[in-house]
């Protein structure tokens, strides 16, 4: 009974001290280095340990085959892993410290000792090869789902993941201008093409910072929050909303908005066309009507917004408007601003035509025109520049739309300032916020490049400030 005890302890101790480095080898890399190794495309790693593995096993079968030989114990040594560690592979604990003949069994004995051991050996090493055999298979499965993973999957996850972090101001790199928290939007847009609005919008506000901070531009993107300036921005307490008029880029419309925010009409197609631009009925108060402290809290606190356009296809559409067809009939415009520009702008002394663009160009190019525009008052705000409108490097605006891109931002602007679900921007016609190159050019033809060059050198803030190219085609 002894001898027998003594076998399956052996055989037990011999199956542990041969696996079970094996299995913790595997082990180890894979619970230990797979998170890094693998996520990294890093496979190499895994040669060693499967080659050790391998030769734990191949040292067991050489000594099982010696043994057979032999036909009994013999005392070859077992190597573990890197061969750290030397154990007889032929031995029980108390075979290390006694003889053979101090056990006191006969030749028959030790037969019979054998035989019971040899079953019993081949059974531990039938189980623990099983086991091995699953083992690798799990491994095999793992190794292959994660080696033959798409990688345009992963990277579509990663590019997702940074476009929808970056508005946030964790994403940020130390480089970054950094934006007050009022400015950042907290709508949050739809997938698919959508996706990137944000960034447009995000990217406006921090070209009109870098600019406004260029010296060699401060005269031409500065100026003072004057009542000029106040006049411009309506309210709208309700919805705590600012928003300052640039006209010739929609702004009726958006006024339409907010007289209907403001509660004046239950809806825009109710109000009309003569209430809109009188701002004694439409009820759309002025940021200047409130007090210096009130004003300071409703800039700083409320959502503010302008929308711009291409500047120079702006002076083309308030010529058109207030010169050519004068819709809305305001003889002010050609019975006292005309005239005025004419007597003093006009090379051609004997001609008798109405106001010419040319002549508008001219006086809108020259460095003194602001002694007409005190004599023209309030009726110059169709062809100043943006920056004496809404002063944008003085107030910190919360989104800037554009009229090119108007059928995007003015569903982005409603969501950004949380009315979307209680007004929607009029239908607006197809194609007439397109940028039309040949307009342009035909009504600066036949201009000086000296008057061409002189308008932009006064609208240059604009063009810079809000991203839009230098008409070269113009000036060259």
Known sequence: MEGTQNSDNFAFFQVWIFFFPSFFQVWAFFFLKYPTCFLDGDLVGLGPHVSLISWDIIWFFWTRMGEKKEGRPTMRRG??????????????????????????????????????????????????????????????????????????????????????????????????????????????????????QPLVYMQRLELIRNVCREEALRSLSHTAISKFVLDRIFVCDKHRILFCQTPKVGNTQWKKVLIVLNGAFPSIEEIPENVVHDHEKNGLPRLSSFSNEEIQMRLKTYFKFFIVRDPFERLISAFKDKFVHNPRFEPWYRHEIAPGIIRKYRRNRTETRGIQFEDFVRYLGDPNHRWLDLQFGDHIIHWVTYVELCAPCEI??????????????????????????????????????????????????????RDIRRLYARFEGDFKLFGYQKPDFLLN
């Not at 006969?106 to 699953?134: K, T, Y």
């Open 79 to 196: 190597l573990w892993s890197c061969g750290l560690l030397v154990l007889p592979a032929r031995a029980s604990p108390r075979s290390w410290q006694r003889p053979h003949a101090e056990r006191g069994f006969g030749a028959q004995g030790r037969s019979a000792e054998w035989l019971a051991f040899d079953n019993m050996h081949h059974q531990w090493l039938l189980l623990a090869a099983c086991f091995w055999v699953i083992f690798m298979f799990m491994v095999a499965s793992k190794f292959i789902t994660l080696t033959f993973k798409d990688p345009d999957v992963y990277s579509a996850k990663q590019e997702l993941l940074f476009l929808t972090a970056v508005p946030e101001d964790a994403a940020r790199s130390p480089g970054e201008t950094h934006f007050a928290e009022e400015l950042k939007p907290t709508g949050k847009m739809p997938l698919g093409d959508q996706l990137v």
């Open 396 to 449: 910190r605006y919360s989104v800037i739309g554009h009229h090119e891109t108007l059928e995007e931002d003015a569903p982005y602007i409603l969501k950004e300032a949380g009315i979307d679900h209680l007004v929607s921007y009029p239908t607006i016609p197809p194609g007439i916020t397109v940028y039309n190159k040949t307009k342009v050019e035909h009504y600066f033809l036949g201009i000086s490049k």
